[in-house]
């Protein structure tokens, strides 16, 4: 891969976006992104994933140079659908997500960001969708996520006003998970990640989509599929490893089975 890095330890899988300076998101990486993905949700080995970026950023934003040659609205449109796909790749993807984010998640990165099911930050990343600036709006989705996390009013005002939250200020408003300081972001990230890759990959991933018929709002359906998939996790043998483990007062030992 050309600007993605990725390795692996403990049922774990670290991807690390490596596109100088600030790890713009072009097709390319998109791309390159949605590919890694397939193959990661393939790997019966990786239970849980951390995303982050090399350098000074975790993503400033979409490649505004590759815009100027789009040639036309229609184009342009498909260049929004293909990103918007693979970012509802990531929101539904059956192993948890994970961002740290450090430096900025500005325009695409935090649409990236907040396509993760967990977002952790250093207290001074910077956090915005600045589109309205340059007679744009986000087209990866951020009009749309950004009001589940943090209100309708609240989403607004980041909007309309173009000003970028403080990772402290991000945890305030419900955009973030964690705020910590720059130094100490990517080992508390890589500790959670490895304490979330020791779960069962089937309750990991039957969360996930119960906690996105809890986003869409579709409760009855939702707490339906709860009763069903309580009883499929019950039945595998990582659920009764878990059962037996309580009961004998010691750590699961869980085999993905």
Known sequence: MEFLSVSKENNAAFIKMERPPANALSTAVIRELDRQLDELENDKDVRAILLFGEGRFFSAGADIKEFTEVPNGEAFTELAADGQRVFEKIESFPKPVIAAIHGAALGGGLELAMACHIRLVSDNAKLGLPELQLGL??????????????????????????????????????????????????????????????KSPASLKAAIELLQYGKDGRFYEGVKLEAKKFGEVFTTKDGQEGIRAFIEKREPNFSGE
């Open 137 to 198: 709006i986000p087209g990866f989705g951020g009009t749309q996520r950004l009001p589940r996390y943090v209100g309708a009013a609240k989403a607004a005002e980041m909007l309309f006003t173009s000003k970028p939250l403080t990772g402290k200020e991000a945890v305030q408003w419900g955009l973030a998970n964690q705020s910590y300081p720059e130094e100490d972001l990517l080992n508390e990230a890589k500790e959670m990640v490895l304490s979330i890759a020791k």
